[in-house]
């Protein structure tokens, strides 16, 4: 059944994806035009829409009390703003010549082809799942849908045994590790980088491997998993290395995430380096005038290398949203690209980077300075400070910021949004130290750490020079 705009529609718009990206981009071209010059069909796979994946581990670790709570719009919502969201139906092809995607309903199987004047794809990523013996075998799971959550908690209340393994140690991997320590198991990590956080230096990296073995998590670094053992049952008993076997009643994939452009591949749609789309300043695909893509599924301007990056983060899927809506609307608004800004905890321990690393900045050819520090989060003497270690990447002979690292308690992630906004700004390490930063005992010691270590770099640079 062929199902064309018509009934006095002046265009239609489809979204494949009822995420982030897909959903922004719907509620703000329905923001932008009523639904009769523009008639929205959007198709979600799953049984969620509008939900954040990134508050997945802290659901299974008891921090947020239920599923809902990480829902931002359910499907009804969106159908009350004329938006006609289907749940359990699945884009299988998209025909570019034609104008039209083909979509199967899971649940009755039946198919039909949807004409659309425009598109957008917010396809989202998928898990990364290596080819290993038993990785399919129950008790495994990857995380990064509700329905993901759920499957892993529904395992987590069948399963007698306490034994649970972590392959991969990024963000997802270590904030699984301790949403499992929190219910009470006995977590490994298994992790192929020298320390975990490899979107850290490893000397930065080393700081959240003690904070994990502070928790009781067992760190495996420098290990390759060869396998996953299953028992007679025919579910996971070990994780095998080629050294060791690391006995697990549960397992969690935290490798990390690779775009979800299979559907836009098979249509002849140009994908980058990652595997992402790849689009012009106003998530146009390029070579393409009327689809449009965001989220997971792209890859993106990186400010500081000038290089395409794909970076997997929900402020960037929202952001392509509202761009991508905005375009579609009628409007006109542009995405300009990022820094590579992240943040994340163990237990009181707050991580964040942005910026390059420094194997990131020898990639793109940069000669840098470096220059570490350690800090406090208040003034010495004021009640509660607490450490944090800051580290800077400068290019040599311009000053020009290029990275920052924080690890730290209480109150350190967040000044990361300092250098951020440095980056974006293209700003010199010794012009940091200008900045006019607030400061008051119970916030800040006079000097801001990142101002201390900008201070050091700016010396470093001027070294050199």
Same mark, same amino acid.
């Given at each position: ?12 718009? !489809? %979204? ?40 997945? *581990? ?19 919502? /969106? ?62 799971? #990857? ?45 490994? %990590? ?18 959240? /491997? ?9 760190? !495996? ?8 053992? &299953? ?30 452009? #299979?559907?836009?591949?098979?249509? @002849? ?54 761009? !991508? ?43 840098? %300075? ?28 311009? @000053? ?12 350190? #992630? ?13 700003? &010199?390490?010794?012009?940091? &130290? ?7 005992? *119970?916030?800040? *010691? ?20």
């Amino acid at each position: 059944m062929n199902m064309s705009a018509g009934d006095g529609k002046s265009e239609r718009l !489809v %979204v494949i994806g009822g995420d982030a990206a897909g959903m922004s981009a719907a509620s703000q071209a329905r923001r932008l035009k009523g639904p009769d010059e523009l008639e929205i069909v959007a198709f979600e796979r799953g049984h969620f829409s509008s939900f954040s994946a990134c508050g997945i *581990p802290y659901w299974v670790g008891g921090d947020v009390t239920g599923r809902d709570a990480l829902i931002a719009r359910t499907p009804e919502e /969106h159908r009350a703003r004329d938006i006609d969201l289907r749940m359990r139906t699945e884009v299988t092809e998209i025909d570019v010549a034609g104008g039209r995607v083909r979509a199967r309903d899971l649940d009755s199987g039946a198919r039909s082809w949807v004409s659309y004047d425009k598109l957008v794809i917010g396809t989202g990523a998928r898990p990364v799942r290596p080819e290993l013996p038993g990785i399919d075998a129950p008790g495994v799971h #990857g995380v990064q849908t509700l329905d993901d959550g759920q499957a892993l908690l529904d395992t987590l209340t069948r399963t007698r045994g306490r034994r649970a393994v972590v392959v991969g140690a990024g963000y997802i991997g270590v904030e699984m590790a301790e949403a499992l320590i929190n219910r009470g198991y006995e977590v490994t %990590v298994v992790n192929r980088g020298r320390e975990p956080m490899s979107t850290l230096d490893p000397d930065m990296g080393r700081m959240v /491997h003690g904070a994990m073995e502070g928790l009781g998590i067992t760190m !495996v670094n420098d290990a390759e998993v060869t396998g996953v053992l &299953t028992g007679d049952d025919g579910r996971v008993r070990a994780v095998a290395t080629e050294d060791a076997e690391f006995p697990a009643d549960v397992v969690v994939l935290g490798i990390g995430v690779r775009p979800e452009t #299979g559907l836009a591949a098979a249509a @002849g749609l140009p994908l980058g380096a990652h595997g992402g789309l790849l689009t012009d300043l106003a998530m146009r695909v390029r070579g393409h005038e009327n689809i449009w893509a965001g989220g997971d599924c792209v890859e993106v301007l990186d400010l500081v290398s000038g290089q395409e990056r794909h970076i997997p983060l929900g402020t960037h899927a929202n952001k392509h949203g509202q761009v !991508v809506g905005t375009n579609v609307g009628g409007g006109y608004a542009t995405f300009p690209g990022v820094v590579g800004t992240a943040v994340s905890k163990v237990c009181d321990l707050e991580i964040a980077r942005t910026g390059l690393r420094e194997k990131d900045a020898l990639r793109a050819g940069l000669r840098f %300075v470096t220059a570490t520090v350690e800090s406090t989060s208040r003034a010495g003497y004021y009640p509660n400070a607490s450490p944090m270690t800051v580290k800077m990447l400068a290019e040599r002979r311009t @000053g020009r910021l290029l990275g920052v690292q924080i690890v730290g308690r209480e109150g350190a #992630g967040k000044r990361v949004d300092i250098a951020a906004v440095a980056l974006t700004a293209g700003m &010199t390490v010794e012009q940091m &130290t200008a900045l006019d930063l607030g400061y008051a005992p *119970p916030f800040s *010691p006079v000097w801001d750490p990142v101002l201390v270590a900008a201070r050091k770099a700016a010396r470093e640079v001027e070294r050199q020079r």
